[in-house]
C-alpha cells in the first residue's frame, strides 16, 4: 500500500481521532456520574457519596485539559489536510463548530466554579446546581460536533452553483436525518462507557484488597449506572442499524457481509470471506438483520451488489460492527450479573471472577467506542462528504503530511503519558478514608 499523501492524511485524522474519542468519551460521560455522586451524598447525607463526586471530579480536569488539546488538533487538521472538503463544506459546518466551542467554555467555566466552592454553601444543594449546566455543556459539546458528523454521512443545507456552495442553511445541515440516532447513540455510549471505566478502577481496587466500604458503594454506584446506559445504548444502536437500513444501505450491508437483496436477511456474526465473496466459519441468526432492518424478518435488506465496486465500503469493517456489539451486550450482561447478585443474598458479587470481569468492562467499553467510530467512518467510504466528495478529492495534495504524522504520534504519546502520570500521582497513596476523615469528620 502506497503512503501517497491521502493515504497520510487518512492515517493522521485516524490517529487523532482515535486519541481524541478517548477524552471526549470521558468529557461527556463523566459529568453525569458526578452529579449522581453528590446528588446520593446529599440526599442520603453519606459523605461517600460526596468524597466520591469530590475525587471524580478532580480526575475529570486532567482529562478535560487533555481532550481541549487533541480537539484543536482536530480543527487544525480538517483545515490543513481536508482543504476542499472545507472549501465546499466549511461555511455549512461553521455554525456547529462555532457552537461546540461555545458548548465547551460554558461547560468549563462552570467547572471551574463547581471546583472551587465546595463548602462554600450552607445548602449543599446549590453546590450541585452547578453540576447541571456542566452535563449541558458537554452534552451539547457532544451534540454539535456530532451533527457535523452526521452532516458528511447526510449531507444538506446547501447546494453547490459552479463550483461554489450557495443557499446555505446551517440549521438543515445540522438537522439531517442522521442526526438523531447518531447523537443518542454517542451520548449514551459515553455514559455507559464512562460508567465502565469508574466501575473497572474500582473493582481493581477491591481485587488488591484495598477495597472499603467507600469503593463498595462506588462499584453499586458505577455498575447499577451501566447497566442502565448499556441498556440505553443498546436502543440506540438498534435505530440506529434502522438508519442505516434506509438511509446508507451499501454501510449496512457491507457490515454484515449481505450481498444479495432480500427478505428474511440473516445476521452474520465473525467468520472469513475470500476474493469470490463467500462466507465461511461464520454464525449465522436466520433473519436477524432483516429484524434488526425493520422490526419485521419479512423486511427486505438492500445487498451490497447493488452499489458500483467504487462505492462499496470495505468488507473489514464487519468486525469492527461484530466487536462493538459482542462488548455492548457483554456490558449489559457482566452489569446485570453484578445486579443480580446484590439483591439475591445467597451470591457474593465481591467474587474474584465477576470482579476481573467488572475490570475488564472498562477498557472494553472504551474499546467499542474506538471500534464503532471506526466502523462509522470507513463505512462511509470511498466518501468524505457522501453521494458528493471522495476521500481522494477532498485530500490535501502537500508533500509533508508524513512529517506532520510524526510530530503529532509524538505529541499524543507525550500528552497520554502526561495524562496517565497526573493521575497516578493525583490519587496514589492518597486513600479515600484520610481524606473522608479530614473531610468530614465524625
Not at 74 to 87: D, E, K, R
Not at 221 to 231: P, Y
Not at 373 to 390: C, D
Not at 404 to 426: D, H, Q, R, S
Request: proline residues 4%.
Amino acid at each position: 500500500m502506497e503512503l501517497d499523501s491521502v493515504m497520510l492524511s487518512q492515517l493522521l485524522t485516524a490517529s487523532t481521532l482515535i486519541f481524541h474519542v478517548i477524552f471526549a468519551t470521558l468529557g461527556v460521560g463523566v459529568p453525569i456520574m458526578i452529579a449522581i455522586a453528590e446528588f446520593l451524598g446529599i440526599k442520603r447525607n453519606d459523605s461517600h457519596y460526596l468524597l466520591l463526586a469530590r475525587r471524580w471530579a478532580r480526575g475529570y480536569t486532567i482529562t478535560v485539559a487533555v481532550g481541549v488539546v487533541t480537539g484543536t488538533a482536530i480543527g487544525l487538521q480538517l483545515a490543513l489536510l481536508w482543504p476542499s472538503f472545507m472549501q465546499v463544506a466549511g461555511q455549512v459546518i461553521a455554525l456547529p463548530l462555532f457552537m461546540e466551542t461555545f458548548a465547551f467554555f460554558f461547560e468549563a467555566i462552570f467547572l471551574g466554579i463547581y471546583l472551587y466552592t465546595w463548602d462554600r454553601f450552607k445548602n449543599r444543594w446549590l453546590h450541585w446546581l452547578l453540576t447541571i449546566p456542566i452535563m449541558i455543556g458537554s452534552t451539547l459539546s457532544a451534540f454539535f460536533i456530532t451533527t457535523v458528523n452526521a452532516f458528511m454521512n447526510q449531507p444538506q443545507g446547501f447546494e453547490i452553483v459552479d463550483g461554489k456552495t450557495v443557499n446555505i442553511d446551517p440549521i438543515a445541515a445540522m438537522f439531517n436525518p442522521a442526526t438523531p440516532s447518531k447523537v443518542f447513540h454517542v451520548v449514551m455510549s459515553s455514559y455507559m462507557t464512562s460508567a465502565f471505566i469508574l466501575a473497572a478502577i474500582t473493582a481493581f481496587i477491591i481485587l488488591r484488597k484495598k477495597g472499603t466500604d467507600y469503593h463498595k458503594k462506588a462499584l453499586r454506584l458505577t455498575m447499577v449506572a451501566g447497566f442502565i446506559f448499556a441498556a440505553g445504548t443498546a436502543f440506540a444502536g438498534d435505530l440506529s442499524a434502522k438508519f442505516l437500513a434506509d438511509y446508507q444501505p451499501e454501510k449496512l450491508a457491507a457490515a454484515e457481509w449481505h450481498f444479495e437483496t432480500e427478505q428474511n436477511a440473516d445476521l452474520i456474526i465473525f467468520g472469513t470471506i475470500n476474493e469470490d465473496g463467500e462466507v465461511s466459519n461464520e454464525i449465522r441468526l436466520p433473519g436477524v438483520l432483516s429484524f434488526l432492518a425493520g422490526n419485521s424478518f419479512d423486511t427486505e435488506v438492500i445487498g451490497l451488489n447493488e452499489f458500483p465496486e467504487d462505492e462499496q465500503p470495505p468488507l473489514w469493517i464487519h468486525y469492527m460492527f461484530d466487536l462493538m456489539v459482542i462488548i455492548g451486550m457483554y456490558s449489559l450482561f457482566i452489569a446485570g450479573i453484578f445486579i443480580v447478585f446484590i439483591f439475591m443474598k445467597r451470591f457474593n458479587e465481591w467474587n474474584k471472577p465477576l470482579l476481573w470481569g467488572i475490570v475488564a468492562s472498562g477498557p472494553l467499553a472504551m474499546l467499542a467506542i474506538e471500534f464503532g467510530w471506526i466502523f462509522a467512518e470507513v463505512g462511509r467510504q470511498p466518501w468524505i462528504l457522501r453521494g458528493l466528495m471522495t476521500v481522494d478529492q477532498a485530500s490535501t495534495t502537500s508533500g509533508d503530511v508524513g512529517i506532520a504524522l510524526a510530530m503529532f504520534l509524538l505529541l499524543y504519546g507525550v500528552l497520554g503519558t502526561f495524562c496517565v502520570t497526573v493521575l497516578i500521582k493525583m490519587f496514589k497513596n492518597k486513600p479515600p478514608e484520610a481524606e473522608l476523615e479530614r473531610r468530614f469528620p465524625k
